[in-house]
């Protein structure tokens, strides 16, 4: 099985279903955007008809936390299933690329922003205690929600020697009273600033700057541009282009190749990857047909001729 998470709303699934491997088409890497049909060209018409009033968008962005911490508090740890996917997509999250990096004894430094329940940082911390390595990472994991972040400090691997958790939002400068500046090896954002307003995304890549060393990494996978949750959201639920409001208050954002690769270029980011992931998961017995789009990149944070 593969595990990312599982859940949908009446107008928008989250992430993907979990489906077994022998159900699911090859993934298709690609740069290039969505050719849209004309039905789907209808539906993005039609949501057109009727967006979020300015009032209610605003109200949106003002209650943005609340509306988190009341995901957190109906849903527990029980929406996302843990992300044992990441170390195949990103391998310098493996405990040995850490070690090939900065040497056998010494840990690298890992943030990973909006980390919800631990989906993501607690598998991997879990694999490092199992080898027994004194490397690997050091965790760092933040959230808006402070439910979330309660909900990390409790699990059962939470132990400051290995994480630190802390609520916070990535928008502001308050990161910075947690983190040192230049400190971190790699940042993760695991659909994370697809829940933030566009206005505020530069703010956030500024922030990764300042926290990442010289030549660290933000490992990026959000929505991309199109994808199945975009085109099914109903009149009522557009904010602005390609932003929308989900029935529960919070947010989506989809995103385009080129806009990305430029919001992290404008940010002293040189782009190592960045890709449309197409996945398609078929179950004919179950009468399932999920074609789904990401968007996937790993960006490097430049290093200054002296």
């Known amino acids: 099985m593969i595990d990312i998470c599982v859940g949908h709303t009446a107008h928008a699934v989250y992430c993907i279903w979990v489906i077994n491997l022998n159900e699911m088409e090859p993934d298709i890497i690609t740069n290039r955007t969505k050719d849209l049909t004309a039905d789907e060209k209808d539906k993005l018409e039609e949501q057109n008809k009727r967006l979020v009033p300015e009032f209610k968008a605003n109200k949106l962005e003002i209650d943005a936390q609340r509306h988190w911490d009341l995901f957190y508090k109906r849903n527990e740890t029980r929406f996302f299933k ?3 996917w990441t170390t195949r997509e990103f391998q310098e999250l493996l405990a040995d690329q850490a070690s090939a990096a900065t040497g056998p004894q010494e840990k690298r430094t890992l943030l990973e922003v909006g980390c919800g329940v631990g989906n993501l940082v607690f598998p991997l911390l879990e694999e490092q ?3 027994e390595t004194n490397a690997g990472f050091y965790f760092y994991a933040c959230d808006f929600s402070p439910r979330a972040v309660e909900f ?5 691997l ?4 290995h994480i630190t958790a802390f609520q916070c939002d990535i928008t502001s400068e308050q990161v910075h009273e947690h983190i040192a500046p230049e400190s971190l090896d790699v940042c993760t954002m695991i659909f994370v600033l697809s829940a933030i307003h566009p206005d505020k ?7 990764l700057a300042k926290l990442l060393k010289p030549g660290g990494l933000v490992l990026f996978r959000d929505y991309g541009l199109y994808d199945m949750a975009q085109l099914r ?8 282009e390609n932003l929308y409001m989900r029935q529960d208050g919070t947010r989506s954002y989809y995103f385009a190749e080129q806009e990305l690769a430029q919001l992290f270029n ?6 190592i990857s960045n890709n449309y992931v197409h996945r398609r998961t078929l179950n004919l017995k179950e009468g399932i047909d999920v074609p789904r789009i990401f968007l996937q990149g790993k960006f490097r944070k430049r290093i200054k001729s002296q």
Request: hydrophobic residues 35%; without cysteine.
């Open 152 to 156: 990390v400090r409790s699990n059962s």
């Open 82 to 84: 843990d992300r044992h």
């Open 233 to 240: 959201f109903k009149p009522g639920h557009k904010i602005a």
């Open 129 to 131: 205690i199992k080898e």
């Open 266 to 271: 404008d940010s002293d980011f040189e782009v």
């Open 158 to 161: 939470y132990d400051t020697k």
């Open 201 to 207: 995304f530069k703010a956030v890549i500024a922030n």
